[in-house]
């Protein structure tokens, strides 16, 4: 069983930067597609980045340019880089990890952006 924990959220003001982090539990870490979601309040889940055990990425349209993600298999951590935030994306961050049909998630993370 892989367990995801997530760290790294809080209160930052429009313009600023948080670096979220998630560490995995288990051995399996590198062969699982990591990914970071968001669900804002009365909105649904939505996906924000993911990373695959190659390394190549895929961004929301909202995100592109100002998140990056990124993984260290030898830490079994991804991270999420959000810079030039903005009060839109004030969300819980969820992280995720997936390997063909199994998939887990983390308990969340808090940020909210204030303007």
């Known amino acids: 069983q892989v367990q995801l924990v997530e760290s790294g959220g809080g209160l930052v003001q429009a313009g600023g930067s948080l670096r979220l982090s998630c560490a995995a539990s288990?051995?399996?870490?590198?062969?699982?597609?990591m990914a970071w979601y968001r669900q804002a309040p009365g909105k649904q889940r939505a996906l924000v980045a993911t990373?695959?055990?190659?390394?190549?990425?895929v961004y929301a349209g909202s995100v592109k340019g100002r998140f990056t993600i990124s993984r260290d298999n030898a830490k079994n951590t991804v991270y999420l880089q959000m810079n030039s935030l903005k009060p839109e994306d004030t969300a819980v961050y969820y992280c995720?990890?997936?390997?063909?049909?199994?998939?887990?998630w983390g308990q969340g993370t808090q940020v909210t952006v204030s303007s």
């Open positions: 990373i695959a055990t190659g390394g190549s990425t």
């Open positions: 288990g051995s399996r870490f590198s062969g699982m597609t």
């Open positions: 995720n990890a997936a390997l063909g049909l199994y998939s887990v």
